[in-house]
């Protein structure tokens, strides 16, 4: 089945060390995002690529940064992780097409832990 | 910018009933409602969508109704069942392709 995977599904590091979580698809779709949720709370849009450009939410931190290498594949990195960056990290997927108007296919997250 | 408010925050039902949970939006250029289920440990999943060219959808017990001009949607869910269990999410598409997600209805179904 056609899916987003999101690698490792758990991932703790230590406070301040660089981190990066991966997300994959098979769908073929030319939009992929980045979305953080922390507990009992809505997730909450970091950054999307459309196709290689890359867009950044007004209010996302410095510290997070993402790279889309090809179509299937994205990476958000977190340079220096601190305690309020714990939360899940979701990936999702959109497309054919692209736009705001498509239902988003999401990954299961990445819980990330800070020590 | 947009505000997107969701009712209600907790809800439970005994099972076989229904459930309604409220959207409220206040773009209004936003033409595609969808709703989302998440599951404990999961990522939200699309469960049923409508655009802003239609005021119904049903989809066997779930259905999404949409009323432009009061800038609201809302999710019913009939026949309530355990698994219907977990966390609901809005997400109203602004013109502004800003992707803003209610702050979720957690649906509790009591046997």
């Known amino acids: 089945d056609a899916m987003v995977i999101q690698n490792p599904r758990y991932q703790v590091t230590q406070f301040g060390k660089p981190v990066t979580l991966s997300c994959s698809q098979t769908?073929?779709?030319?939009?992929m995002y980045w979305y953080q949720q922390k507990s009992s709370q809505a997730p909450k849009l970091l950054f999307h690529y459309y196709d290689k450009d890359f867009n950044n939410e007004a209010d996302t931190p410095d510290n997070f940064q993402s790279r889309r290498p090809n179509t299937s594949f994205c990476f958000l990195d977190i340079r220096s992780p601190g305690l309020g960056d714990a939360a899940m990290y979701l990936c999702?997927?959109?497309?054919?097409?692209?736009?705001?108007?498509?239902?988003?296919?999401f990954g299961d997250g990445t819980r990330l832990s800070i020590l | 910018g947009e505000n997107v408010e969701q009712h209600p925050s907790t809800l439970s039902v005994q099972e076989g009933d229904s459930a309604v949970i409220k959207c409220t939006y206040s773009d209004s250029a936003s033409n595609y409602f969808p709703w989302y289920k998440q599951e404990l440990g999961k990522g939200p999943q699309l469960i049923i969508d409508?655009?802003?060219?239609?005021g119904e959808k049903k989809d066997q017990r779930i259905a999404v109704t949409l009323n432009k001009t009061a800038k609201h949607f809302s999710l019913h869910i009939t026949e309530t069942q355990p698994e219907d269990s977990a966390v609901y999410f809005c997400?109203?598409?602004?013109?502004?392709?800003?992707?803003?997600f209610g702050s979720g209805t957690r649906l509790s179904i009591r046997p």
């Open positions: 769908l073929n779709h030319n939009v």
């Open positions: 997400a109203p598409y602004s013109s502004a392709s800003k992707i803003i």
């Open positions: 409508i655009r802003s060219n239609v």
């Open positions: 999702a997927t959109s497309g054919p097409g692209g736009g705001t108007n498509q239902p988003q296919h």
